[in-house]
C-alpha cells in the first residue's frame, strides 16, 4: 500500500508512523510545507485518555513523550484580585516543537518519508498515484475546500480575537486570569508546556479587541500591551511572540470526511475550541483510529467508512462541549457580578464535561466552599435548596415539565391524569406542572386535549389539585395555559404527530394565515374582535384554574401555539400594530398575560414559557429572548420558562446535553429574572452543576419523569440525601434505599493448584 499524507502536523505525522509501524511494507511518504522547525503555537495538552491509546499503540512514542512532559494537577481562577484554586483536574504537556521533534524522529527511524519545505501535489493527483491520500493539512485545508460539495464543510466564525504567546517561567497551575479593562473585559488562558516555559493566551471580544486598539498597533506592540495588562500573572517578565497574530477562531464541522481514497483528519475535518485542549487530542486519537480501521476492514473504502462512523460521534461530543465552552468566554461579562466562588465554579463547569458530582470528586474542599457560599446546608445537593415565587416556596429545584399526555375526553383531565400527575407528585418534585391546557375547544391540539373552558373540567382539575395537596404535602402543582393556534387540529402524537386529522377538523386562527407544514390547514388571521375573545377565553381559564386550586400559573408563549405565533417574525407577518417589530409583536401576548395576571391570585405566581430561538435563519434570536423577558418581568412575571424551537417545521435544532440551557443562563443574568432549564437535562449531577453554577434557578426534566416518576425521590437516595428538600411519602419510606442485588464481594482465590 501507497500512502500519502498532506501535512505534517501531529496528526498527520503520528498517523504515518502507525501505518508503517502495523506494516513495514507500506510506503508512507508526508509533504509539509515548512522547514521542521517551523511550528506556530508553542505547548500542547494531551488528555490522560489519548496518552493511554499511544501507549497501547506505540510504546516507543509514548515513552518519548513521557520523558519530556510537565504534569500538573490544579486550576487558578483570577478574578477581581482574588485567586481561587481547584484541584485534582490532572494535566500533561509539552512543547509543540519537542512533540514534533518526537514524530520526526519516530518517523525517520520506521522508514517514513519526510519532505519537508515542500508544497505537496494537489489530493486529486496524489489520489492517481496513491492507495490512500491522508489530507491532514489543518483549518485552513485545501483538500477540503477543493471538494466542498462533497464534504460540505460547515465554517463558523466566532465573537472573540485572540493571540498565542508564551511567557519564559512555568506557571505553577492552568491559570484563568480575568482582566476589567476601560475597553472592556479580557481574559488570560495559561499553562505550563517545559521547566522553563508556559504558554499564554490573551482573548477578548472583537468590539473590545478594536476599542482597546489592538487593530491599530503593530503585533510587538500587541504582544507588550498584553504583557502591561497582565502584568501581576506574568510577575512582571514580558511574553514572546512566534509569528503571533490575532484571530477569530473558527470552528469547522464537515458533513463528510473521505472522497474516494482521499480521508480528513484532524483540524481538516473538524475544530474544537482551543478552551477544552482538544485540537492535537483530537488528531492523534483520528490518526489512531484511521490506522485500526484499515487494520480491522478488508478494504480501503470499508476503513474509511468505518473510521468516519466511529470519530464522528466523538468528535460531535466534543464540539458540543468546545462550543458551550467559547460561548461562555464570549459572553464572559455576564458573569463577572456572581459570588467568587461560584464564578469559579461556573468557569470550571462551562463546558458541561466538568460537572458537580465530578468536581467533587476532583476537589471535595472547592466544591463544599461553593456549596456554603451558595446557600446550601450540610450534606444538602444544590438541587435540594428551596427557591421562592412570590408566596410560593418550593422545596427543591425540579420541576416535571408541562407533558402533553392526550388523553382528555372532551377536554375533561380523567384518570389518567389522577395517577400520571399524582404519581410525579408523590415522585418528589418541588414543582408538577400539568400539560398544556387549552383555553377554548377551538384551540385544542388534538381531541385528546385538556382544557379549561368548562366547569366540569375545573372540577376534574379539582381533583387532581386536592390529591397532590392532600397526598403529596410539599408538593406544588402548576397549570400551563395555551392556545394551539395554527397547530391545532392534529392527531395525537402517537397517531401523527402534527398531522392533520383525517375528519372531524376544525378551523384555526393565528397571528397570520400561514400553515405549519405543507398539508397543514392554513389558519384565518385574528382580527382585533377575535383577539378580544381569546383574551377572554385566556381570562376564565385562569379564573377557574385558581379556583381549581392550582399553585402556580405558565402562560404558554413557545413552540409555535397561538402566542408564540405573534412572537416569532417568522409566523407573524401583520402589517397592523401586533405585527412588526418586536415591541410590536409582542403587544397581543403582553395584553393576554396582564389579563391573566389581573385574575390570578396576588400571592400565587405566573410564569412564561418561550422559545428562546427558533432554530431558523430569520427567526427570533437570543437578542429577541432577552428582550421579551424583559418585557413579561416589566409586567410582572416571576419567572421564564426557557425553551427553544417547534415554532416553524423548517427548523434545525443543535440538538444536545442541556442544549437549551445556555439561552436561560443567558436570559437569567442579561434580564435579571429567574428562570426554568429545560432540554435534555437528564441527571441529578446536570441539575447540581446548573444552579450550583447559576445558569438557572430551576430545572424542568420531561422525559425523565416518563421514564421514573420517583426521579427526584431516586436522586436524592443516590446521593444520600434524607432532608426536607426531599420527603419520601410515609408509605414509600421502605423503598427509600436501593434494593439488594445479586452478591459481588465473595473472596477470590488466592491459590490455583494443578492437577
Not at 432554530?615 to 413579561?632: K, Q
Amino acid at each position: 500500500m501507497r500512502v500519502a499524507i498532506i501535512g505534517g502536523g501531529p496528526g498527520g505525522l503520528y498517523a504515518a508512523a502507525l501505518l508503517k509501524r502495523l506494516d513495514p511494507a507500506r510506503e508512507i511518504t508526508v509533504w509539509e510545507r515548512n522547514a521542521p522547525d517551523v511550528t506556530f503555537g508553542f505547548g500542547v495538552v494531551l488528555s490522560d485518555e489519548t496518552l493511554g491509546g499511544i501507549e497501547h499503540a506505540d510504546p516507543v512514542v509514548y515513552e518519548a513523550l513521557q520523558r519530556d512532559f510537565v504534569r500538573w494537577d490544579d486550576i487558578d481562577i483570577v478574578h477581581r484580585g482574588v485567586t481561587h484554586r481547584s484541584g485534582g483536574h490532572g494535566f500533561a504537556a509539552l512543547g509543540r516543537r519537542r512533540l514534533l521533534a518526537i514524530l520526526h524522529e519516530r518517523c525517520r527511524s520506521l522508514g517514513v518519508d519526510l519532505r519537508f519545505s515542500t508544497e505537496a501535489p494537489g489530493a486529486d493527483t496524489l489520489s492517481l498515484e496513491y492507495d490512500l491520500v491522508i489530507a491532514a493539512d489543518g483549518v485552513n485545508s485545501t483538500t477540503r475546500a477543493g471538494h466542498a460539495d462533497v464534504f460540505e464543510p460547515q465554517v463558523t466564525t466566532h465573537r472573540c480575537r485572540y493571540i498565542w504567546l508564551a511567557a519564559d517561567f512555568p506557571f505553577d497551575a492552568f491559570r484563568f486570569e480575568i482582566a476589567e479593562t476601560p475597553h472592556g473585559v479580557m481574559q488570560l488562558h495559561g499553562y505550563p508546556y517545559a521547566a522553563d516555559a508556559s504558554t499564554v493566551i490573551v482573548e477578548m471580544r472583537e468590539e473590545v479587541w478594536k476599542a482597546a486598539g489592538f487593530d491599530e498597533i503593530t503585533p510587538q506592540e500587541s504582544v507588550e500591551r498584553c504583557a502591561k495588562i497582565f502584568a501581576d500573572a506574568l510577575r512582571g517578565r514580558p511574553l514572546r511572540s512566534n509569528n503571533s497574530a490575532w484571530t477569530s477562531f473558527r470552528t469547522v464541522v464537515s458533513g463528510r470526511w473521505s472522497h474516494g481514497n482521499v480521508v480528513l483528519l484532524g483540524d481538516a475535518a473538524h475544530t474544537a475550541h482551543f478552551s477544552i485542549g482538544s485540537g492535537t487530542k483530537l488528531a492523534v486519537e483520528d490518526a489512531l483510529a484511521l490506522a485500526a480501521c484499515l487494520e480491522e476492514q478488508p478494504d480501503v473504502p470499508g476503513a474509511l467508512t468505518a473510521y468516519e462512523e466511529e470519530r464522528k460521534p466523538v468528535v460531535a461530543s466534543t464540539q458540543r462541549a468546545a462550543r458551550a465552552s467559547l460561548e461562555w468566554f464570549e459572553n464572559l461579562r455576564l458573569y463577572l457580578d456572581q459570588p467568587p466562588r461560584q464564578f469559579a465554579f461556573n468557569l470550571l463547569t462551562r463546558s458541561r464535561r466538568v460537572t458537580h458530582d465530578n468536581l467533587r470528586l476532583r476537589d471535595a474542599h472547592f466544591t463544599g466552599a461553593v456549596e456554603r457560599e451558595f446557600g446550601c446546608r450540610p450534606g444538602t445537593p444544590p438541587m435540594f435548596t428551596p427557591f421562592r415565587l412570590r408566596g410560593l416556596t418550593l422545596r427543591n429545584r425540579v420541576v416535571v415539565s408541562p407533558m402533553d399526555m392526550y388523553c382528555a375526553t372532551d377536554g375533561v383531565p380523567g384518570d389518567f391524569h389522577l395517577v400520571h400527575l399524582g404519581a410525579r407528585a408523590l415522585g418528589g418534585a418541588g414543582l408538577v406542572m400539568t400539560e398544556m391546557v387549552c383555553v377554548s375547544e377551538e384551540g385544542r391540539i388534538t381531541p385528546g386535549c385538556a382544557g379549561l373552558y368548562t366547569g366540569r373540567q375545573a372540577e376534574a382539575w379539582r381533583r387532581v389539585t386536592d390529591f397532590v395537596h392532600t397526598r403529596a404535602p410539599g408538593t406544588a402543582i402548576g397549570v400551563q395555559l395555551g392556545h394551539a393556534g395554527r397547530k391545532g387540529s392534529t392527531q395525537v402524537m402517537w397517531e401523527g404527530m402534527d398531522e392533520p386529522l383525517p375528519r372531524g377538523n376544525w378551523p384555526l386562527v393565528a397571528a397570520s394565515p400561514l400553515p405549519y407544514k405543507p398539508g397543514s390547514q392554513t389558519p384565518r388571521q385574528l382580527s382585533r374582535a377575535q383577539l378580544t375573545d381569546i383574551r377572554e377565553q385566556f381570562t376564565a381559564a385562569a379564573w377557574r384554574a385558581a379556583r381549581a386550586g392550582f399553585d402556580l400559573l405558565e402562560l404558554h408563549c413557545a413552540h409555535g401555539y397561538l402566542l408564540s405565533g405573534f412572537l416569532s417574525p417568522l409566523t407573524n407577518h401583520r402589517t397592523d400594530a401586533y405585527g412588526g417589530p418586536l415591541e410590536r409583536r409582542l403587544r397581543f401576548p403582553l395584553e393576554v398575560f396582564d389579563a391573566v395576571r389581573a385574575v390570578w391570585p396576588a400571592e400565587r405566581p405566573m410564569t412564561v414559557r418561550i422559545s428562546a430561538t427558533d432554530w431558523a435563519e430569520g427567526g427570533t434570536t437570543a437578542e429577541d429572548a432577552v428582550e421579551t423577558a424583559r418585557a413579561f418581568a416589566a409586567h410582572g412575571a416571576d419567572a421564564i420558562d426557557v425553551s427553544t424551537g417547534q415554532v416553524v417545521a423548517e427548523e434545525r435544532p443543535e440538538f444536545g446535553r442541556s442544549y437549551q440551557t445556555p439561552y436561560a443562563d443567558r436570559i437569567r443574568h442579561e434580564a435579571g429574572i429567574p428562570v426554568i432549564a429545560v432540554g435534555a437535562i437528564s441527571s441529578w449531577d446536570d441539575v447540581n452543576s446548573l444552579i450550583l453554577a447559576g445558569r438557572t434557578d430551576l430545572c424542568a426534566l420531561a422525559r425523565p419523569h416518563l421514564y421514573d416518576p420517583h426521579w427526584t425521590l431516586h436522586a436524592a437516595a443516590e446521593q444520600g440525601y434524607e432532608g426536607p428538600g426531599a420527603v419520601w411519602p410515609a408509605p414509600y419510606r421502605a423503598g427509600s434505599r436501593r434494593p439488594q442485588t445479586g452478591r459481588t464481594d465473595a473472596p477470590k482465590p488466592r491459590l490455583t493448584l494443578g492437577r
